[in-house]
């Protein structure tokens, strides 16, 4: 009972100390809040609007408070590249078979005004992951990839938006 009692307390400290010195996990903030009202109407130019990637970039920065509309209406065009994807070998088992890929996903973005100036320029977000790879396991593989090719669409729409926040506040 009474290690029951002390291991209590202790991850209460420690829950203690790391609110107080303003750790927070990240994603868990609102990046949209930091930028400045006039960033927060925006149009989203796309070659593939119906898109995963595209409706990823929508969703992050809709839950970050910008607001889609027409295009006459926007004080900024996210002009958004398509997304590239690609999965190369990193090594290989004694059967000389792949035990480990490295996973890529990269896109270029830039905001144009209104008024048709270019505001930031073409801008390449990636995001890499790596993974173990069982060849016995060929059907797991390709689920596997397709779950982690949805978490980089999501990190890489998070990338975006955190570096035009970066640019909107930082900016004259």
């Known amino acids: 009972m009474q290690q029951r009692l002390a291991s209590c307390t202790l991850l209460l400290g420690v829950a203690c100390l790391l609110a107080a010195c303003g750790f927070q996990l990240r994603g868990s903030s609102d990046i949209g809040a930091a ?7 925006m ?11 595209t409706q990823a970039v929508r969703t992050v920065f809709t839950t970050n408070n910008i607001v889609w509309t027409a295009q006459n ?9 398509p997304e590239r994807f ?9 059967e000389a078979r ?7 996903m990269q896109s270029t973005f830039s905001v144009v005004g209104s008024n048709g100036e270019e505001v930031m320029p073409d801008t390449v977000a990636s995001v890499i992951r790596r ?3 069982d ?3 060929e059907l797991g593989m390709g689920e ?9 669409r999501t990190e890489l729409a998070q990338q975006i938006i955190r570096r035009i926040g970066f640019f909107a506040t930082s900016g004259p």
């Open 35 to 41: 930028l400045p009202d006039n960033w927060k109407k």
């Open 43 to 53: 149009y989203l130019v796309t070659s593939d609007p119906n898109g995963e990637f």
């Open 73 to 81: 209406d926007a004080n900024y065009l996210l002009k958004l590249g």
């Open 86 to 94: 690609s999965k190369t070998n990193l090594s290989l088992n004694k």
């Open 98 to 104: 792949v035990s480990q890929l490295e996973l890529s």
């Open 131 to 133: 993974m173990d790879n």
């Open 135 to 137: 060849p016995r396991n």
């Open 144 to 152: 596997e990839i397709r779950i982690l090719k949805s978490e980089m």
